[in-house]
């Protein structure tokens, strides 16, 4: 989160701590001081992906090429300059942190409301001071990056505090992000991902000792003059008293600047004269009116404190190290093999999620592009439910008595007010001899082994009788076809024009480079008709039709919100999962009876028209 207004402070109040740096200059003295030692920057990647994500369609959705171009792009330019790069992503939301992610997440709705309403009343998207970032998009940048053969790291922990750890045990040459707690820590340089130059690697260096300077401060004073802004652990709300003493006698209060700028310098003013002891610290505490819980300044001065640090704010036998050694003894998962390959493979960004529910029995999923007046479709956070029982089943297995550990979900969806997780039951997947034991499919090896993971992962999105169809198509379209048959089975209101538009998108996508896709012409109709026939085929064998109902090009114009109802209405679901623990909010959406034409594949002799590509060797 940062620090509100300190990072405009700076370039205003300030400007001797922006300091314009040629990345490839700092590099090369790097090289000079510690010829053993390639530069590295550490990059906090949560901050930079509205930095790289620029295509101008951004409502709609995709350009995964293009964005994936711009990736390449940015880390070709590092390359080039003898620069390695190491990506941090948040991998974790801290139960500290909760209340301030919930607080966002209600926030993103109203601001996704209001660029529906721009669509409807403008009939085009918004610009880019609109822009929202996809909820997907850093899970889909992790593996990006991956594949262009970058180190990228997962977070057990607050991101910021693990990127400034990293930054300073690495001796890296800097921080590359745009969050103002990087002001805070005694780490590496900070330079901003905003203000970078990628064809000359030009950008600002943010200069904490500068900073200090200006503001009449030590370095060890800084976490002390962030809890008392206001951050993560200290509500801004507990402040507001506090900071009136300091503007009523801080001699530095002018009328050309902003309150929230006034502040800042009566704070630091405040703090200069305090001692940096640990019973000043205590003496805040009791001036604050922080309720019940007067250890929130020790905290949040302790957040700051990296591994092998000390503050005299804090004496050092008050000092509880950030670890996580109790995670293990805490988790849902008991069994250490598995719990430690889940860990690892979290860490190193080779898995998503799997490793929260394992250890919390807990997952989380921001804010979607979706129309709370769109009674039709449900949000993808229900969409996706079922099959994320199954699958938190094979996860966390049954316990004693056959019984499963409850899931606690943060989705955010129209009509959930996120005042709770929702807690949800696991169900197994319909297989036959029941769902194998995930010890086996994690290290068992062979032919039989492969053949149960591919049958229980086809099971969690109920297409385990279509096994044989999907092991002839190639992976990236197998996915696709699971995908998209499980949509189409799980929203009614999807239509045959939907389904046209789906299959035609991987077909055209597949194999093809950004700029091949600008001036995109194919004949691709048997593959069209192969793919289009395997979904129908697949939903018709669990009672779905897929009908043809043409839309027209009008939007849903009025402001009437999704009717809310308290049960979630799954009439075409009755063949799968039962309802689900604490099934407290959901949707009721219009399920029309057009009159249209039905694409019905039930016929005997319409099933094997579907024509297998031949298998290569491998």
């Known amino acids: 989160m940062g620090i509100k207004g300190l990072q405009g402070f700076v370039a205003r109040v300030c400007p001797d701590a922006c300091k314009t740096v040629d990345l490839r200059e700092v590099a090369e003295k790097h090289r000079i001081d510690h010829p053993d030692f390639p530069p590295v920057i550490v990059v906090d990647a949560m901050s930079c992906v509205r930095y790289w994500y620029t295509p101008e369609s951004w409502v709609c959705g995709g350009q995964w090429r293009e964005y994936l171009a711009i990736l390449e792009d940015f880390v070709k330019a590092f390359m080039a300059a003898g620069i390695k790069l190491v990506f941090y992503f948040d991998g974790v939301v801290e139960e500290k942190k909760r209340d301030e992610w919930i607080k966002r997440r209600l926030q993103n709705n109203k601001e996704i409301a209001r660029i529906f309403q721009f669509i409807k009343t403008h009939r085009k998207q918004p610009g880019r001071e609109m822009f929202i970032v996809p909820s997907a998009l850093p899970t889909f940048t992790r593996f990006a990056l991956k594949s262009l053969g970058q180190k990228t790291v997962c977070t057990l922990q607050e991101a910021d505090f693990e990127v400034a750890a990293y930054g300073l045990q690495h001796n890296c040459i800097g921080i590359l992000g745009q969050d103002s707690d990087y002001l805070i820590y005694n780490t590496c340089p900070y330079f901003s991902i905003e203000k970078l130059s990628l064809d000359r690697l030009v950008t600002v260096m943010y200069s904490r000792e500068d900073l200090c300077r200006a503001l009449g401060l030590s370095l060890t004073h800084l976490p002390l003059f962030a809890c008392l802004l206001g951050n993560d652990v200290v509500p801004e709300s507990l402040l507001e008293g506090f900071w009136r003493k300091c503007l009523v006698t801080s001699p530095h209060k002018n009328n050309s600047y902003n309150r929230r700028t006034n502040i800042l310098l009566a704070v630091a003013n405040y703090i200069s004269k305090v001692p940096c002891s640990y019973s000043s610290l205590k003496h805040l505490e009791e001036m604050l009116p922080l309720g019940s819980d007067k250890t929130l300044l020790h905290r949040g001065v302790e957040s700051y404190l990296l591994p092998g640090q000390q503050s005299p704010w804090i004496p050092p036998n008050l000092t509880s190290c950030q670890t996580l050694s109790l995670q293990q003894q805490t988790a849902v998962c008991q069994d250490k093999e598995i719990f430690q390959l889940a860990k690892e493979q979290h860490i190193q960004s080779e898995n998503y999620t799997i490793f929260n529910i394992l250890s919390k029995g807990e997952i989380e999923c921001s804010n979607s592009l979706e ?248």
């Open 371 to 618: 129309d709370e007046c769109d009674t039709e479709i449900p949000g993808q956070a229900l969409i996706y439910r079922p099959a994320r029982q199954h699958i938190y089943s094979v996860l966390l297995e049954s316990g004693k008595g056959g019984a499963y550990p409850l899931v606690k979900e943060w989705f955010v969806y129209f009509g959930n007010p996120l005042q709770q997780p929702e807690l949800i039951q696991p169900v197994q997947p319909s297989m036959p001899g029941g769902t194998p034991n995930l010890k086996t499919l994690w290290f068992a090896k062979g032919p039989d082994v492969e053949k149960q993971r591919y049958s229980t992962f086809l099971a969690c999105f109920h297409l385990q009788d279509r096994m044989e169809e999907l092991q002839a198509l190639e992976a990236p379209v197998a996915a696709f076809c699971c995908l998209l048959a499980y949509l189409m089975m799980q929203v009614s209101s999807l239509s045959l024009e939907d389904l046209n538009a789906f299959v035609a998108l991987i077909l055209c996508l597949k194999g093809k480079s950004a700029a091949q896709l600008a001036g995109l012409q194919e004949s691709l109709y048997t593959p069209f008709q192969n793919l289009k026939s395997f979904i129908c085929e697949a939903c018709t064998a669990k009672k779905r039709t897929i009908q043809s109902r043409p839309r027209g090009n009008g939007f849903i114009t009025g402001t009437q919100q999704r009717e809310f109802n308290p049960r979630f209405q799954q009439t075409h679901r009755s063949s799968f999962v039962p309802p689900y623990h604490n099934q407290m909010r959901g949707f009721l959406w219009r399920n029309p009876q057009p009159q249209g034409r039905e694409y019905g594949l039930g016929h005997p002799d319409r099933r094997r028209r579907f024509h297998r590509p031949p298998r290569s060797p491998r």
